[in-house]
């Protein structure tokens, strides 16, 4: 499965924005999904995973509250809505797949979009 994230931007501090993966090949119904991130000089942090069908969905537990997982695997889609942003959220967000749901390790995921930038100012 491919994936391309998008939906990033400039945002105030305070402000929401939401972020798409959409899928292209292969089944995106067959894959537990993620996001990630990685701001500058930091490593890659797992911040939210979602079943494949929508039902079960983990967080992070210093985004729990503010960023909310979603999919619509109708349209072989993937949202990560984020609500009261922070300037340390500022970072570039991963959408990932793979088939092990509740992990938060990144090598574990199979595919990866190609990361759409958030930016939040202070």
């Known amino acids: 499965v491919q994936l391309q994230a998008s939906g990033g931007g400039l945002v105030q501090a305070g402000g929401s924005l939401k972020i798409s993966c959409a899928a292209s090949?292969?089944?995106?119904?067959?894959?537990?999904m993620a996001w990630f991130r990685q701001a500058p000089g930091v490593d890659r942090e797992f911040v939210a995973g979602?079943?494949?069908?929508?039902?079960?969905?983990y967080y992070v537990d210093s985004l729990k509250g503010r960023f909310t997982i979603s999919r619509d695997n109708s349209k072989k889609t993937a949202y990560l809505e984020m609500n009261s942003l922070k300037f340390e959220d500022t970072a570039v967000y991963y959408c990932?797949?793979?088939?092990?749901?509740?992990?938060?390790?990144?090598?574990?995921?199979?595919?990866w979009g190609q990361g759409t930038q958030v930016t939040v100012s202070s």
């Open positions: 990932a797949a793979g088939r092990i749901y509740g992990s938060a390790q990144a090598s574990r995921f199979d595919y």
């Open positions: 979602i079943s494949w069908d929508g039902k079960k969905a």
């Open positions: 090949e292969g089944n995106f119904a067959n894959f537990d």
